[in-house]
């Protein structure tokens, strides 16, 4: 799952390191010699510190004036001052911006190879750039430091409001659950499994039928019923989809269910007709969660269907296929565009792949 982003932060973390270490590793070889010169060395070694704090920009200016100070008596007390000023810089190294550009820009590229959009991308580069340029980092500690920059960056992105299914039914009985999305993107089958989570939970459901317009539609959401013991309101083919609602609606507060999940038609930006069908179902039946789901394999055009279904008011977002998804950088980017938690992930085809969706975990893993 996610590999290719996967592998993506490991290649940057590692250039990362590479980089803080090499800062270190000439001036490292500078104190060694320091710790070695004569009297009649001094002289030199004066010549090759003002070399060598050109590395380190920090600090240059500090030392040029001590330099400037130097008398032969003091020389050698001196120079175990600078010493100990340079083992200091060692052991807490610092990178420039010259040092994370080249970096960053390489990791831009490998991002958007993994589907994650340009504005995120963006984002997570100016973050890592705050993070990282003129801080001190200790010795032995590149990579925590590094990833600990880079697995805030991604918090930052998955950081929006959230909610829980169960919490609504503190307001209301039933609850209204809409499932949204393109044609193809596993909606039938997520609600279905979000279904199975709610009544392990303890808790009753009725799905809706509102997908008149496909043939075949109602006939899998009737098998998914008989599976997990649901029952099914359901028209004829071709009538109103907000009267299947409104109809599953009224069964399931007079039958004391606790939540209605209504399936829909799979929607595209070039049918105009099925558009102003869901801005009606939604204007009847004033859904109380609006769920998009999304294919994690449709790649960049994930943040055009988010875009495309963002106008009708999403609630939240699931995700399916993440198990065979080799990139995930989808999901960072259409979290980023609605800025709508993200309930669940679909890694499978059983009921039971269906993952609660825990952004500190959704990290550990890309950065495991």
């Not at 990362?16 to 590793?25: A, C, D, I, P």
């Not at 590149?142 to 950081?159: D, G």
């Not at 829980?164 to 949204?180: A, R």
Request: proline share 2%; glycine share 6%; aromatic share 6%.
């Amino acid at each position: 799952m996610f590999s290719l982003l996967k592998e993506k932060f490991k290649k940057m973390i590692k250039s990362f390191s590479e980089k803080v270490e090499e800062k270190g590793k000439s001036v490292e070889e500078l104190r060694k010699e320091i710790e070695k010169l004569s009297k009649e060395e001094t002289e030199k070694a004066i010549e090759k510190i003002k070399l060598k704090v050109e590395e380190l920009p920090e600090v240059k200016k500090e030392i040029e004036e001590e330099l400037k100070k130097v008398k032969p008596k003091e020389k050698k007390g001196l120079f175990k001052k600078i010493a100990e000023k340079i083992t200091k810089k060692i052991s807490e190294k610092t990178l420039s911006e010259e040092d994370v550009e080249p970096i960053l820009n390489e990791l831009g590229k490998d991002l958007i190879e993994a589907d994650v959009a340009y504005s995120v991308v963006e984002k997570m580069k100016n973050d890592l750039k705050k993070s990282l340029v003129g801080k001190e980092i200790k010795r032995g500690k590149e990579k925590e430091a590094i990833t600990l920059a880079l697995k805030e960056s991604i918090l930052k992105i998955l950081e929006v409001p959230s909610f829980s299914l169960t919490e609504k039914l503190k307001n209301k009985k039933p609850v209204l659950i809409l499932f949204l999305g393109f044609n193809g993107s596993g909606k039938t089958t997520s609600l279905a499994k979000v279904a199975k989570w709610l009544i392990d939970k303890g808790y009753s459901c009725v799905f809706a039928a509102a997908d008149t317009f496909r043939a075949g539609s109602e006939e899998q959401l009737e098998e998914h019923a008989k599976k997990i013991c649901a029952r099914v309101i359901k028209h004829k083919y071709g009538a109103d989809p907000a009267a299947v609602i409104f109809d599953a609606v009224r069964h399931a507060e007079a039958n004391g269910i606790d939540f209605v999940l209504a399936d829909t038609a799979g929607r595209s930006h070039t049918n105009e007709n099925l558009m102003n069908e869901m801005e009606k179902i939604i204007r009847v039946n004033k859904p109380d969660v609006k769920v998009l789901v999304i294919d994690s394999l449709t790649g960049n055009d994930a943040v055009l269907q988010a875009k495309f279904f963002g106008k009708l008011g999403i609630d939240a977002l699931i995700f399916t296929k993440v198990d065979v998804n080799e990139k995930g950088g989808a999901i960072l980017s259409v979290v980023d565009e609605l800025k709508k938690p993200i309930l669940f992930l679909c890694n499978g085809q059983d009921y039971s792949n269906l993952e609660e969706f825990s952004p500190q975990k959704f990290v550990e893993n890309l950065l495991s």
